[in-house]
């Protein structure tokens, strides 16, 4: 046989034609590829280290609501006119060299007669040792059930005022613990107002477009034109006086939330002006779809983890604003216990100088708004398919 003969070696596989037998995935791969819209952004969440550390505070901090009665020490309406304006007690758990365990030492107070002021100086004859799971003031559970127990309670006949006492006697510490209950639902209520008037006019807006569109943007124009604090102030002053510390409340819920909307009213509109001339928008319309149904079922849910991420970045604005109401007396009204009612209390700056731990409440506020902004960066951040 010559050379010209020979035929050349077949190299081309027999087998049948399957494109993606040779593309194997890995069990990481697979997982991702089958991972659902919510899943891939928990995942993208996680590697967000101060956002994770954020939201564990925040659930620290909404958990306490539900048993605040629990944690605090001390009744929210205790008073011990022996101790007015007590300065903090520091826990110790070593006495004359000792191991004594967590204790507090009681008060000598002395009365000076130049300036009235009342001084305070540990007295480490008086040992107060802090007691846990006991029982101690009694109080209505969640305004229900009567109750006496507590995580820590003062030693029998003794004082536990961890960040001192107000003017009239009252534990900071335990009145914190309840105002975080009012500060904290009164941010989430008010977002939830203000998601509810800002998913509608910003829905109807960008979906109709139009006239629709231009009234409704004339009119989130007019409303952002006023001055928010004194926007504020006015609408919280125009509050009967004679409601009710719970109509108050709510009232003070609705006013924060009418005036937080436009700005997610009009992300809302952007981005349905850009979803609904999507195909799948189209198809919806096509198949006789209502607009409340197309904008309800196919567009919000396109965009519902930015939504959330809008959420948490303006709780805070909510938190600061019933504060600052509260701060300067327009806001909620004893017997409702908030942070910001507690700052009330700090107004006079001679008593801020004499007695700077009527200042404690401070500290709650700046954590938790740190924190909501942590954790809505992450969101922000887990939410972008971009990144």
């Known amino acids: 046989m010559s050379a010209t003969d020979e035929r050349l070696a077949h190299y081309v596989s027999t087998e049948p034609f399957a494109p993606y037998a040779a593309e194997k995935l890995t069990p990481e791969q697979e997982r991702f590829y089958r991972a659902s819209q919510w899943q891939i952004m928990w995942w993208k969440f996680k590697r967000h280290r101060i956002a994770v550390i954020a939201a564990a505070v925040l659930l620290v901090f909404y958990g306490s609501i539900l048993v605040s009665e629990i944690l605090a020490p001390y009744n929210l309406h205790t008073r011990n006119a022996t101790h007015i304006y007590a300065p903090p007690q520091e826990v110790r758990f070593m006495h004359e060299g000792r191991f004594v365990g967590p204790f507090v030492y009681g008060y000598r107070m002395q009365l000076d007669m130049e300036t009235l002021r009342r001084e305070y100086t540990p007295d480490p004859k008086r040992i107060y040792p802090m007691r846990f799971f006991c029982r101690g003031d009694e109080y209505r559970f969640w305004g229900m059930f009567d109750g006496s127990f507590h995580l820590a309670c003062p030693a029998e006949g003794g004082t536990l005022y961890l960040l ?167 806001g909620l009204r004893p017997p409702v216990t908030s942070w910001g009612v507690l700052l009330n209390e700090a107004q006079n700056i001679n008593s801020v100088a004499l007695y700077p731990w009527i200042m404690a409440s401070v500290a709650p506020v700046f954590v938790v708004v740190l924190a909501f902004n942590f954790m809505g960066d992450g969101l922000r951040d887990a939410a972008d398919p971009y990144r």
């Not at 807006?205 to 102030?233: C, H, K, T």
């Not at 952007?270 to 198949?287: C, G």
Request: glycine share 12%; aromatic share 8%.
């Open 164 to 330: 001192g006492t107000d003017r009239l006697g009252r534990d900071l510490l335990s009145r914190i613990v309840y105002g975080t209950r009012i500060s904290l639902t009164i941010g989430l209520l008010g977002i939830a107002v203000s998601f509810l008037i800002g998913i509608i006019l910003g829905g109807i807006s960008g979906y109709y477009g139009g006239w629709i569109d231009n009234v409704i943007q004339r009119f989130i124009e007019m409303v952002r034109a006023f001055p928010e604090l004194p926007l504020w102030m006015a609408l919280s002053a125009a509050l009967p006086v004679t409601w009710s510390p719970l109509l108050v409340y709510f009232g003070i819920t609705i006013i924060l939330g009418l005036l937080d909307w436009p700005g997610l009213a009009r992300a809302v509109r952007s981005k349905l002006l850009a979803l609904r001339e999507e195909d799948f928008a189209t198809a919806a319309v096509l198949m006789g779809a209502s607009p409340q149904r197309v904008i309800g079922r196919h567009l919000l849910p396109s965009f519902t983890s930015h939504l959330i991420a809008s959420a948490t970045l303006s709780v805070p604005g909510m938190i600061l604003g019933e504060t600052a109401l509260s701060f300067l007396g327009l």
